[in-house]
């Protein structure tokens, strides 16, 4: 069983900048993709920026150029770096990781609400 737990959501004015964390209880990494997705209000949870157990990155079109995923493997923790953040970018920031090998191993932390507002 994975835990992942979720920190560093806030409030932010528009154009700030906040760095979500999520810390996993093993070291999972090396095996795990690891995954940001977000759910606003009234829609649908949405994917935003992935990285997987080879260190590649994606990004959902409104996360590219704005936001960073990266992995500390020292601290078992992925961290989602938000610059230029919008209004629209205000939701509940959840972390995911998925074993790729075999995708019963699927585990999401709590989230950690995000708001951007002046």
């Known amino acids: 069983q994975v835990q992942l737990v979720e920190s560093g959501g806030g409030l932010v004015q528009p154009g700030g900048s906040l760095r979500l964390s999520c810390a996993a209880s093993?070291?999972?990494?090396?095996?795990?993709?690891i995954a940001w997705y977000r759910q606003a209000p009234g829609k649908q949870r949405e994917l935003v920026a992935t990285?997987?157990?080879?260190?590649?990155?994606d990004y959902a079109d409104s996360a590219k150029g704005r936001f960073t995923i990266s992995k500390d493997y020292a601290k078992n923790t992925v961290y989602l770096q938000m610059d230029s953040l919008k209004p629209e970018d205000t939701a509940v920031y959840y972390c995911?990781?998925?074993?790729?090998?075999?995708?019963?191993?699927?585990?999401w932390g709590q989230g950690t609400q995000v708001t951007v507002s002046s």
């Open positions: 995911n990781a998925v074993w790729p090998a075999n995708s019963e191993h699927n585990y």
């Open positions: 093993g070291s999972i990494f090396r095996l795990f993709t």
């Open positions: 990285i997987t157990s080879r260190d590649t990155t």
